[in-house]
Every structure is written in C-alpha cells, then in structure tokens.
C-alpha cells in the first residue's frame, strides 16, 4: 500500500494514519525508508478524516504532557534556586554576622551544652559529617545512570541542594558560627567556601535562562561549580585532622 499509487482500502488509511501519529512506523521501517515514504504517508494521512481526528487528538496530548512536564520542571528550578539561595546567603551571612556570646548566667545553659561539653560536640559534630557525607553521596549517585533513575535527576539535585541548607544549620549548632583558630579555623573556611560556593553554583545552574539572557557567558556561569568541586578536595583531610585533634588531644 505504501509502495504503490493505488487508493487504499478507508481501514488501512487509517491504520497507516494511527502508526504515524502513535510513531511506530520509525520502528518497523528504515530512516531513509520512512524518509522516502513521507510524502505517500501524508496523503494517506490527508484521505482519513478520522485519522487525522485522532492524530490530532493524540498531538493534543503530546503538548499537554510537554507542557506538563516543563511546568515541573519550572517547580523543581524554583525550588532548588530557593534552597541554593538560602545555603549560600546563610553560609556567607557567617562572616558579617556577630558570633553568638559565650553563655555568662545559668539561664544560657543550652549553649554552654551545644559549645562546650564534649558529649553535645560529638554528636552534632557527627550529625554534621553524615550530613556533608550525605550530600556528597548524592551528588555521586546522580552521576550512576542506573542509580539517578530512580526518582529522577531533579530529586537527586533537590536532596543535595536540601542536605546543603541542612549542613548550615547543623554547622551553626555545632559551632555558633566562630570560626575558632588553627585547624579549626581552616576547617570552618574551607566548609564555609563549599557551602557559599555550591549556593551560587545552583544559583547560576537554575537560573541559566535569565542568565543567559543578561548576557552571561556559558563559561562565566559554571565557575561557580568549579571552585565549589576545587574547594570540596581538603575538607575530607581537615576532617580527619579535627577528628583526630579531638580524640588524641
């Protein structure tokens, strides 16, 4: 029927009109085959008012899913330029904000026990590592094809970018936000940076499009990213050293 100029039977019209508009004819014939086909298979399509009924019908609910699909994936950027904003604003907000005062009365208990006694450093300190570990692991698993489709690449983004937000807070209930000396101080600029420079890096990555249209260079846009990775290669190794410190000293 298709190789020939003979009118075809009104049912395998529209047998030929639904495998066009359900794609299934690229599945049994070759690309330059189809390719070749193509003005045969439109007016076929054309002959069939039902066909077209449908095709169109089924075109319907192509963009409506399209559209659907975009519509979500406007939410997930959204929220992840929320929940990078947040991470690195409150990150950076660090170094301008005054530090939380040593607890100097009895009512200030609750801080003297979150900065000063071991047991309460231990664990929010270990909170902290599973959290960074968490977020890092996430990134990782993102990467694994098999692994990233379950639950999608969006979600993978939006639970680092959520573990991000997470580690702020548990850094400052750890901490109080002083950056203290030494090592110390080394460790919490180093974290400081990862968590500043992976808000702006999803900043740049969910607001590619309003970038773009500033003006903003492709390679300007992902420096963030790259000194956000560069910044993450001594945290493992200040992590040790503070762990150790902790346990030897």
């Known amino acids: 029927m298709l190789y020939s100029h003979d009118i075809p039977d009104p049912r395998d019209v529209a047998l030929i009109s639904l ?26 399509r054309k002959m069939d008012l039902i066909g077209r009924e449908v095709a169109a019908a089924i075109a319907d609910i192509e963009r409506s899913i399209i559209q659907a699909l975009r519509d979500r994936a406007a939410q997930f950027r959204k929220l992840l330029l929320i929940l990078s904003a947040v991470a690195g604003s409150t990150a950076g907000a660090t170094f301008v904000l005054p530090r939380v005062p040593v607890a100097d009365s009895f009512g200030a208990a609750l801080r003297m026990h979150l ?30 094809r098999r692994i990233a489709r379950f639950g999608g690449h969006n979600w993978w983004r939006l639970a680092h970018a959520g573990l991000g937000v997470a580690c702020v807070l548990a850094l400052f209930v750890h901490t109080g936000f002083r950056l203290g000396a030494n090592l110390n101080a080394a460790l919490m600029v180093c974290f400081l940076a990862v968590l500043i420079l992976g808000g702006i890096a999803g900043v740049c990555n969910n607001a590619a499009g309003e970038l773009r249209r500033m003006g903003v260079p492709p390679r300007v846009r992902i420096i963030p990213m790259r000194l956000h990775t560069v910044a993450l290669w001594p945290l493992p190794a200040l992590v040790i050293i503070h762990v150790l410190a902790v346990y030897l000293y």
Do not use: H, N
């Not at 690229?26 to 690309?31: A, D, G, K, S, V």
């Not at 000063?116 to 694994?144: C, E, N, P, R």
């Open 19 to 44: 495998l066009d508009a359900c794609e299934i004819l690229p599945e049994i014939l070759q690309t330059q085959e189809l390719a070749d086909l193509r003005p045969r298979i439109t007016l076929l």
């Open 115 to 144: 900065w000063f006694d071991s047991g309460w450093q231990l664990w929010t300190g270990y909170a902290l590592l599973a959290l960074a570990s968490a977020g890092i692991l996430a990134v990782v698993l993102m990467k694994v």
